[in-house]
């Protein structure tokens, strides 16, 4: 899925989008929860309730587009149902990399957090500015095989760099890593 990037949305990606949504929302609460929790601050206490705060509101995107798609919502779903949720996704994605910039620390698990935190939260920048520029400005854009591969590209590189930056939190969640 290109954050937005499909011409013709049906309720079947819109499904997709909502448990994936809801899959990430639920499965990343425990991470919020005990990220930074070694050394508790108010910077690192505003990192923790931000980030559950974005959990709640994927869970809450998600089930809206599970809703809607279901026809639990009307007969067509408001627009603002799918475009909250695209929102959301984008807000996880800058809360994963301000939580990477706090978290920065001098230990080599802190630094590839950062490092990670940041290619992350870049290829979601560069997926949004793609979808926008190849379907709001660009407005006769037709996805061809010339325009897939670059698209393909930036979502793998997105959806690659956050199970890394996920695996390396939870290495540096970890007791044997913090001693």
């Known amino acids: 899925m290109a954050l937005a990037g499909v011409p013709f949305p049906s309720d079947v990606q819109y499904f ?5 949504a809801v899959l990430m929302g639920l499965a990343l609460v425990p991470v919020m929860l005990a990220i930074g929790n070694p050394i508790p601050s108010r910077t690192r206490t505003l990192v923790r309730v931000s980030g559950v705060t974005v959990c709640i509101a994927l869970v809450a995107s998600g089930l809206g587009l599970i809703l809607a798609t279901a026809g639990l919502l009307g007969e067509a779903a408001p627009r603002l149902i799918p475009d909250s949720a695209i929102v959301v996704l984008v807000a996880f994605f800058v809360w994963l990399t301000m939580a990477s910039i706090v ?3 001098p230990t080599a698990i802190e630094r590839w957090t950062f490092w990670l935190g940041l290619l992350t ?15 709001d400005l660009a407005q006769g854009s037709v996805v061809t095989n010339a325009t897939v591969l670059p698209l ?11 199970p890394a930056w996920l695996t390396v939190v939870v290495v540096g969640l970890s007791p044997k890593s913090a001693a």
């Open 152 to 162: 393909f590209l930036v979502d793998l590189l997105l959806w690659l760099s956050l």
């Open 103 to 105: 978290l920065r620390g």
């Open 16 to 20: 997709v989008e909502g448990v994936i």
């Open 121 to 135: 939260g870049a290829s979601c920048g560069l997926a949004v500015l793609a979808s926008i520029l190849m379907f």
